[in-house]
């Protein structure tokens, strides 16, 4: 269902968008911004298709980094995700963490809850840069040294 309502909006397919998110169990879809959709609006399924459209135009492209289910029953499935969200309109690549539920009680089976916001800067994010660094520092070094040390060699041999 999650893969099927990111490949839905990323592609800007507002009638199947209109099928995945239920009307009669709807409870919000939110984010922050750009396009911050939050508050009494989060919860208004008669602006969602239109602002999915908004969307589509500023070209928000949503990438699935990770999904975790938290529970399921036979009337519903919640689920915690990680996305990289990106748009036209000030959004770099950027991380977003978030929790969802699908209503599995109605036909056909819809995502009512949708709910995200972009995580927290974290000197863990930094973490492979850093090591490139770090790599790419220490063979600088290690080139310096074995220059010198074959340069100081052809110094003793000449002498």
Not at 60 to 78: K, M
Request: glycine fraction near 6%; proline fraction near 5%; hydrophobic fraction near 45%.
């Amino acid at each position: 269902m999650v893969e099927r309502f990111i490949d839905a909006f990323n592609r800007g397919d507002l009638a199947q968008l209109d099928l995945l998110v239920t009307d009669q169990l709807f409870a919000w879809y939110s984010t922050d911004a750009p396009g911050p959709r939050i508050n009494a609006e989060a919860k208004d399924r008669s602006t969602l298709i239109p602002y999915f459209a908004a969307r589509h135009q500023q070209h928000e492209h949503l990438v699935l980094n990770s999904l975790e289910v938290g529970f399921t029953n036979d009337r519903a499935g919640g689920f915690t995700f990680s996305v990289t969200r990106s748009a036209d309109d000030g959004l770099p690549p950027s991380r977003y963490d978030g929790k969802g539920e699908v209503q599995c009680a109605i036909r056909p089976i819809s995502l009512a809850v949708w709910a995200m916001a972009r995580r927290p800067w974290s000197p863990i994010d930094l973490l492979s840069e850093a090591a490139a660094l770090i790599l790419l520092g220490a063979t600088v070094v290690a080139i310096f040294l074995w220059r010198r040390r074959s340069a100081q060699r052809r110094v003793y041999v000449r002498a």
